[in-house]
T-cell receptor
Framework: GAGVSQSPSNKVTEKGKDVELRCDPI?????LYWYRQSLGQGLEFLIY????????KSGLPSDRFSAERTGGSVSTLTIQRTQQEDSAVYLC??????????FGNGTRLTVT | QKEVEQNSGPLSVPEGAIASLNCTYS??????FFWYRQYSGKSPELIMF????GDKEDGRFTAQLNKASQYVSLLIRDSQPSDSATYLC????????????FGKGTTLSVSS
């Protein structure tokens, strides 16, 4: 079966541009997470969607970051006016409620 | 503030030895505990999960949970060079709308 799919796998953008990162979770998984991992660092929680509940946005580092999940499936993470410190691997994961996460392969974002 | 703490390492063990990885968490209400392994440049993959106090064994891996001490560990018996990776501890409250929080990970190096 298909796993969590993320696109693009790599993205290079100029400082100040907006970017959109896409996550297609495993079918039937109601929970969807976005994490960010800088080089050599741990996973930094960004945002969490669970079913129809209001998302937990407590990890978003600034108002330049936003995410949505349409129809309880595909999610898009948008970063506006990108900065060099936004360079990282952005990981999406999905799961059934209170179950282990399944991660996608990530999007490597480089802001020049 | 929910926190998950791990020693960053590196933890170095010879091939065949037991590797012991430790994790403490701050939220006494935490209910679900996970260990993920992450190879360099790859996404995290689930190793084990544990919900109840005590030990849980799966092959060469044993997870140990002590909720009173807010401590969870992962033992790897007969360590192999292929076990060399970063091990991430993750914790959540097992309640709807609660995100999974990761520690920064411990890097394990198994020498042959």
């Amino acid at each position: 079966g298909a796993g969590v799919s993320q696109s693009p796998s790599n993205k290079v953008t100029e400082k100040g541009k907006d970017v959109e990162l896409r996550c297609d979770p495993i079918s039937g998984h109601t929970a969807l997470y976005w994490y960010r991992q800088s080089l050599g660092q741990g996973l930094e929680f960004l945002i969490y969607f669970q079913g129809n509940s209001a998302p937990d946005k407590s990890g978003l580092p600034s108002d330049r970051f936003s995410a949505e999940r349409t129809g309880g499936s595909v999610s898009t993470l948008t970063i506006q006016r990108t900065q060099q410190e936004d360079s990282a691997v952005y990981l999406c994961a999905s799961s059934l409620p209170n179950s282990p996460l399944h991660f996608g392969n990530g999007t490597r974002l480089t802001v020049t | 503030q929910k926190e998950v703490e791990q020693n960053s390492g590196p933890l170095s063990v010879p091939e065949g030895a037991i590797a012991s990885l430790n994790c403490t968490y701050s939220d006494r209400g935490s209910q679900s505990f996970f260990w993920y392994r992450q190879y360099s440049g790859k996404s995290p993959e689930l190793i084990m999960f544990i919900y109840s106090n005590g030990d849980k064994e799966d092959g060469r891996f044993t997870a140990q949970l002590n909720k009173a001490s807010q401590y969870v560990s992962l033992l790897i018996r007969d360590s192999q060079p292929s076990d060399s990776a970063t091990y991430l501890c993750a914790v959540n409250l097992n309640q709807a709308g609660t995100a999974l929080i990761f520690g920064k990970g411990t890097t394990l190096s198994v020498s042959s």
